[in-house]
């Protein structure tokens, strides 16, 4: 059967891509463009006063950053070297920052890189499932501030 062309696969294509076209505008909005898990993590940590203190030289605070892939830019960052941008000596050491990244949450000290998850459950953003112990001491690691 030569020179014919067979129509009904490129139909049936177009018939799936129409339904899932469809079905998809009737999601909200909110849905299509959710924020990342990341983000609402740290914004989370921003709007009940969390802070991480660090130091841009710091490698520890480059991987605790690095965690929050581009929702870095969202944590509630303190710079504490004087050659940092934005640096907030005074305050860092009025709150008695010895190490970098230290977490301050709920007034409580977290030494160290801190992976999300117990970011989310120090926090108070997620609850923890009876599984997860969470020490007052560091879980990553740290430098020690100069």
């Not at 909110?30 to 490698?59: H, R, V």
């Not at 303190?78 to 860092?92: F, K, S, T, Y």
């Amino acid at each position: 059967m030569t020179g014919s062309y067979n129509f009904s696969v490129p139909l049936r294509m177009g018939a799936v891509f129409a339904i899932a076209l469809t079905s998809c505008q009737s999601l909200p909005i909110d849905q299509l463009f959710a924020p990342s898990y990341e983000s609402q993590i740290a914004e989370y940590l921003s709007n009940t006063g969390a802070k991480m203190y660090g130091a841009y030289w710091c490698p520890h605070c480059a991987r605790q950053k690095q965690l929050f892939g581009n929702a870095a830019q969202l944590i509630p960052y303190i710079e504490c070297d004087p050659r940092g941008a934005n640096a907030q000596v005074d305050l860092c050491n009025t709150v008695g920052i010895s190490a970098y990244p230290t977490w301050v949450i709920n007034g409580e000290f977290y030494l160290g890189v801190q992976s999300l998850n117990r970011l989310a459950i120090m926090s108070g953003f997620e609850e923890a499932d009876g599984h997860v112990d969470i020490p007052s001491g560091g879980s990553g690691g740290f430098s020690p501030a100069p």
